[in-house]
């Protein structure tokens, strides 16, 4: 799934409530011993700043799917990790969302420190496309450093979230299209990439402006 479908997935299935509110929602959904490790991992990484709501719901996710009780703890825990290690590095003000695809991008390779260093370069502007954009990235073949540093370059130059977006379906395109996933995201960065998703492949207009 698409990381920026999958973080209104995870946060957007239910309101914001205290934790004890959210595990809640298991009952019925889980059996016993699965839902009390899950209200553990839950209640356990309240210390380091990771919201109840995308963990319950990635545990209704595996109920909803048939997933035994071993895997749905498995996958709990698993997202817990990421979101520690994702609140570690935006810190204690980010948000949620940027929080699961902040997560996603840990997960997905990006190292936390480069995502550390870009909140600090970027302390007061939301993460949460940037992210989700390199996340989305990896997952069509990119490597994670390559889909760090391009976006990373992206922002420097100030574009919005819309072209970080266009960037990420300018290159899948070019993958689809039987591009090298790398080499498809460094010709991108070069050569500009539309700012619509609507050309056609191989269209050069309206193209971002590069900076000399």
Request: proline share 8%; no cysteine.
């Amino acid at each position: 799934m698409n990381v920026r479908k999958l973080t209104f997935a995870l946060l957007l299935a239910a309101p914001a409530s205290p934790a004890r509110a959210q595990v809640e929602r298991l009952t019925g959904r889980v059996d016993e011993a699965t839902r009390a490790a899950v209200v553990a991992v839950v209640d356990s990484s309240r210390s380091a700043g990771v919201p109840a709501v995308p963990l319950v719901n990635k545990a209704l996710e595996g109920a909803s799917k048939g997933a035994d009780g071993a895997r749905i703890v498995a996958a709990v825990r698993a997202l817990a990790a990421d979101l520690g290690r994702a609140r570690a590095a935006l810190g204690p003000a980010a948000s949620d969302p940027e929080l699961v695809a902040g997560g996603a991008a840990v997960r997905a390779g990006v190292s936390p420190a480069f995502i550390g260093t870009l909140r600090a370069r970027y302390p007061r502007e939301p993460l949460m496309v940037p992210l989700a954009v390199m996340a989305d990235l990896v997952a069509r073949g990119v490597p994670a450093d390559t889909a760090a540093e391009s976006v990373a370059s992206l922002m420097r130059e100030g574009v919005r979230d819309a072209d970080l977006v266009a960037f990420r379906q300018s290159v899948e395109r070019d993958i689809a299209l039987g591009a090298p996933a790398g080499g498809a995201a460094a010709v991108r960065l070069l050569t500009g990439t539309p700012t619509t998703s609507t050309l056609t492949p191989g269209d050069n207009t309206n193209r971002l402006p590069r900076k000399p």
